[in-house]
């Protein structure tokens, strides 16, 4: 069954996810985000109601694990390898990274004007 997830996240990443530049989005395995599944709807209410659809997710043990095998141009598009590494390393330190780094493929479905159609998944 699908089910609608309701996150945040930062304005650079939002707009490379809506354009398609970026196609993975990157998490730790907070208990929220290990939810999401195959199929399932991403939106993220911070920058109006903007539906993602779940094509896959992928978990590794580490960042640069996920950078080797998922190449950083799908994660981060622009930066170098290294550069990607630190930025992610710095949103998710060691402590967080131990949760499990998830990478979400996502694809833009869509947008909804009206949010009180959400709930928290």
Do not use: C
Not at 31 to 37: C, F, G, L, R, S
Not at 38 to 51: M, S
């Amino acid at each position: 069954m699908t089910k609608k997830h309701i996150w945040r996240i930062k304005r650079i990443y939002f707009d490379q996810l809506k354009s398609g530049k970026k196609t993975l989005e990157i998490r730790v395995g907070y208990p929220q985000i290990k939810k999401a599944q195959k199929g399932d709807i991403i939106t993220f209410e911070n920058y109006g109601f903007n539906e993602f659809d779940v094509k896959d997710v992928r978990i590794y043990q580490t960042i640069a694990e996920m950078l080797d095998t998922e190449g950083v141009e799908k994660v981060l598009p622009g930066m170098t390898y290294g550069a990607a590494l630190h930025t992610l390393q710095k949103i998710y330190p060691k402590d967080r990274e131990k949760l499990g780094v998830y990478v979400l493929e996502l694809i833009f479905r869509k947008n909804h004007s009206r949010p009180e159609k959400y709930k928290h998944a």
